[in-house]
């Protein structure tokens, strides 16, 4: 039943207005349990930092998403281990083996010039969707505005289908102060230039969350969203929680 006037949202096979929740060992009977009623809400699954390689039962959690289309990928971190000990082909065949059809790149753990990460991502797009991610992990380096602005260009360029804009699962590194608070000079300076619709903002917490739909708007892309908060999620974006209580019917703000 349908009487309220709430913000658009999109469905189904979303390109954008994506919910990207990040999994860090969710039991198999909880996750089956979660996603028989909140699938809908989910658009992909980050299996988070290297946590993939030691899961007993990667394999059957990675069919469940699938079935319940939703698009699963292992964490940065994982791939960065893989680089670092120069196991990319053997990178290649794990996610084969698995079925991933995703692959992120990043460099939140290590330095990995953007040079060779554009090459990187030439060896897996043929293979692969390639999410890229910018920024890094340590919360005492800063990357210059100018720096974001051209990494992500480049990479979209590069054939990237989005862009992950580093804050870490707690929101306190990348596109966080190490206390939490947003860098809103950096978002502004962003989506000047970038299109919204293809940056993944890292948002783990609901006050974040707010800070990009208010931003944004109600179909702005958000990651590491906890898999018990989905739901709460989908209600900011509607409009139904007291923060966004009276967010414009907009389906972004911006062009």
């Not at 699938?39 to 959690?61: C, E, F, M, R």
């Not at 992120?104 to 999410?131: A, C, M, W």
């Not at 947003?182 to 970038?194: A, D, G, H, N, T």
Request: contains cysteine; charged residues 25%.
């Amino acid at each position: 039943m349908d009487f309220l006037s709430l913000p658009k949202r999109t469905s189904g096979i979303r390109t954008y207005g994506l919910t990207s929740i990040i999994d860090l060992g969710t039991p198999m009977g909880e996750l089956i349990n979660n996603l028989s009623d909140y699938s809908h809400l989910i658009d992909l699954a980050k299996i988070g930092i290297g946590s993939a390689y030691v899961t007993p039962n990667i394999k059957k959690k990675i069919e469940v998403y699938k079935e319940f289309d939703i698009k699963p990928y292992c964490g940065g971190t994982l791939f960065e281990k893989c680089y670092y000990q120069n196991k990319l082909p053997e990178y290649k065949t794990y996610l084969h083996n698995l079925g991933i059809e995703w692959v992120e790149i990043s460099n939140g753990t290590i330095d990995i010039p953007l040079n060779e990460r554009l090459h990187i991502i030439s060896y897996f797009k043929e293979e692969f969707q390639v999410i890229s991610e910018v920024g890094s992990k340590d919360s005492d380096k800063v990357m210059p505005i100018a720096k974001w602005k051209e990494e992500i260009k480049l990479l979209l360029e590069a054939g990237c289908e989005y862009v992950i804009t580093e804050g870490r699962d707690s929101g306190t590194s990348g596109i966080y102060e190490k206390g939490g608070t947003v860098k809103s000079e950096l978002i502004q300076e962003l989506l000047k230039e970038i299109d919204p619709n293809k940056i993944i903002f890292e948002a783990p917490s609901p006050k974040h969350q707010m800070y990009f739909i208010k931003e944004i708007g109600s179909n702005v892309n958000l990651g590491n969203v906890k898999l018990q908060d989905v739901l709460v999620l989908e209600t900011q974006r509607c409009g139904l929680r007291s923060e966004t209580f009276y967010m414009e019917d907009l389906e972004c703000k911006l062009p």
